[in-house]
């Protein structure tokens, strides 16, 4: 039911007696661990290092004839996936979910159809798929762009990468490659393991804020859009700046002597350059890719003005940051991309 539901036709394009005559055509199909499915099923389960195996129990399959979706057959599992991905509801279904998922809600009947045909056309190749999207008109169009929902790991990890935490989290690690702490008890890389605090911090934020990475709520993942968005996830993305600009002390203040996660980017270098409250403004404007209304813009610019009490220092520079990215991120254009 599951298969074809929410990974190939979805609702309604099926009947239950198809769910009845397609499970069994999957019966015998199992997993097991690599030893077990070494010693009970043969050579084909090689005992690769993996929690389970995939294993075929040929005397627990049904092997009479089938029905499914009009054809009929002593099908097997992969017999009923084939059937599956030759409906065309199955080339709709996913071309309508790329396009929600990179584009835009709702779209229309009449341009699914036509990518829905290019698709099916390419035997389901996602590139295909993808490519005829991505340079399609519509996906230019004032409707299409920057009207996706961020994401957790898009609200984080893009904003991140911006202030250049990619770069610095790799040359710390590589630093504790080169020259490992050892914990003599354990036998941890302590050094490693502090160089491993922006990923782990990011990790946390994006799990505060709804996505658990590998650990969807249900077997039919996440929802997209506006379900990101909620009074305690926006809450969650403008305290997002605590992490990213304040300092350990700062942070340990904050939260009553609780460390929260951060990523803790030095914030006066970015702004140096015009330390104005208008240079500042115009700096984490574009350094996050972001275009604001003008009544927006001065908003931010007083709040930094304000942070800043007359003057941008490396003693201040953190607690501006802090402000700037609270108003910035709490914005309803910085939730879109």
Not at 2 to 20: A, C, K
Not at 72 to 85: R, Y
Request: charged residues 20%; positive net charge.
């Amino acid at each position: 039911r599951e298969v074809m539901e929410l990974f190939t036709m979805g609702i309604g394009t099926y009947t239950e007696r198809d769910v009845q005559e397609a499970a069994r055509a999957f019966t015998g199909f199992g997993y097991a661990p690599p030893r077990i499915a070494a010693r009970r099923f043969g050579k084909g389960n090689d005992g690769l290092p993996r929690r389970d195996v995939f294993v075929f129990s040929k005397e627990r399959h049904d092997s009479g004839v089938k029905t499914v979706l009009g054809q009929s057959g002593t099908f097997q599992g992969e017999d009923v996936l084939s059937i599956l991905c030759g409906m065309p509801a199955t080339s709709r279904f996913i071309t309508k979910k790329v396009w929600e998922f990179f584009v835009y809600q709702n779209p229309a009947e009449a341009l699914i159809d036509s990518f829905a045909t290019i698709f099916r056309k390419s035997q389901l190749d996602i590139r295909t798929l993808l490519r005829a999207i991505m340079t399609s008109d519509e996906f230019y169009s004032e409707r299409a762009v920057r009207k996706c929902i961020k994401n957790p790991i898009d609200f984080t990890v893009a904003s991140a990468r911006a202030l250049g935490a990619g770069t610095i989290a790799m040359e710390q690690v590589q630093r504790a490659i080169a020259n490992p702490n050892i914990n003599e008890k354990n036998g941890a890389n302590n050094a490693l393991r502090r160089a491993m605090v922006i990923p782990q911090s990011l990790i946390v934020v994006t799990n505060s804020l709804g996505m658990q990475l590998m650990y969807p709520p249900d077997v039919s993942g996440w929802k997209n859009g506006t379900a990101w968005i909620s009074t305690a996830t926006m809450v969650e993305r403008t305290r997002w700046a605590d992490a990213l600009f304040a300092t350990p002390a700062e942070v340990l203040r904050a939260g009553k002597g609780q460390l929260r996660p951060m990523l803790s980017i030095p914030p006066y270098p970015l702004f140096q350059r015009d330390p104005s409250p208008e240079g500042i403004t115009a700096r984490m404007l574009s350094l996050f890719d972001v275009t604001v209304s003008d009544s927006r813009r001065r908003t931010l610019t007083e709040g930094i003005a304000a942070a800043m009490q007359g003057s941008f220092t490396r003693s201040n520079s953190s607690d501006v940051a802090v402000k700037a990215g609270r108003l910035l991120f709490s914005t309803p254009e910085f939730q879109f991309c």
